[in-house]
């Protein structure tokens, strides 16, 4: 299955650096965030990437066009420029399509502008900045046997922006903490792994304006056609400098959970 990567965005700039930089290309130990999260995929099989570049983007392919010489032993000849690799990498099974998407566009125009490179029927879509230990095959089982055209990873941090109330695996409508009508049942935001059917690309539209998480979800949710998979494992989201700090903690105790096979579900 392809693994779409949305890279677009502003970036991020942490702490005292001066420049922003794609949330994807901050460094967790050797590796950039990007490069974790498709590892996660690559462990469950799933090394067919594309990714949907925007501002800064060409420091993503900058990175991969050129990580052999990154991550291998290398010999070079200063004079000729003539480069020798002397080793190999674990990652060259990894295919990567590069789509520039636009600097401004929204996550439904990202989308909708790699549907050329899309091959199958159902396709993973996620960021470039959130980590887990997602069990990908029983996602996409589940994906399978409830047939939507979407389904999202659940998860349950603290109330935030977007949260979504769930019934019996599918997605009811988008929690009002003002109105609180639905307080009784338990209450999820979108955890950025998704699974979709080649059928949302007839909810989406390359005008920059297209925005998945907004009136795409709703659509979806009207006809419902959004389901959601929960995840009670690890989940995290590089938003601030606290989070960065806590995936570097967990980087330096040598416990990157997103690393290690399985992942906790419901």
């Not at 420091?59 to 080793?87: C, N, P, Q, W």
């Not at 690890?234 to 990157?256: A, E, G, Q």
């Amino acid at each position: 299955m392809n693994v779409i990567i949305l890279c677009g965005g502003r970036g991020i700039r942490l702490f005292d650096e001066s420049v922003y930089i794609p949330k994807g290309m901050v460094r967790l130990g050797y590796r950039p965030v990007l490069w974790h999260i498709m590892k996660r995929f690559a462990l469950a099989g799933h090394t067919d990437f594309i990714l949907a570049l925007g501002a800064k983007g060409e420091m993503i392919r900058d990175y991969f066009l050129h990580y052999d010489r990154y991550v291998t032993d290398a010999k070079v000849s200063l004079g000729s420029g003539r480069v020798e690799l002397l080793t190999r990498h674990q990652e060259e099974k990894w295919n990567i399509t590069f789509v520039d998407t636009g600097d401004s566009a929204n996550s439904g125009a990202r989308i909708h502008r790699v549907k050329d490179y899309i091959t199958g029927d159902d396709f993973f879509v996620t960021y470039s900045d959130t980590l887990a230990n997602v069990d990908m095959d029983a996602l996409v089982r589940f994906h399978k046997k409830v047939g939507k055209t979407l389904t999202l990873t659940g998860v349950i941090p603290p109330y935030r922006e977007g949260e979504v109330v769930v019934d019996d695996h599918i997605v009811r409508g988008q929690y009002d903490a003002k109105k609180d009508k639905m307080a009784n049942r338990q209450r999820y935001v979108n955890g950025g792994y998704m699974v979709a059917n080649r059928k949302l690309l007839s909810y989406l539209s390359s005008f920059g304006e297209c925005r998945l998480e907004s009136e795409v979800f709703a659509q979806l949710i009207s006809k419902r056609q959004l389901a959601l998979f929960a995840h009670h494992g690890f989940w995290r989201w590089l938003d601030t400098d606290r989070d960065y700090l806590h995936l570097l903690d967990l980087v330096d105790k040598n416990s990157m959970y997103w690393l290690k096979e399985g992942g906790a579900h419901e």
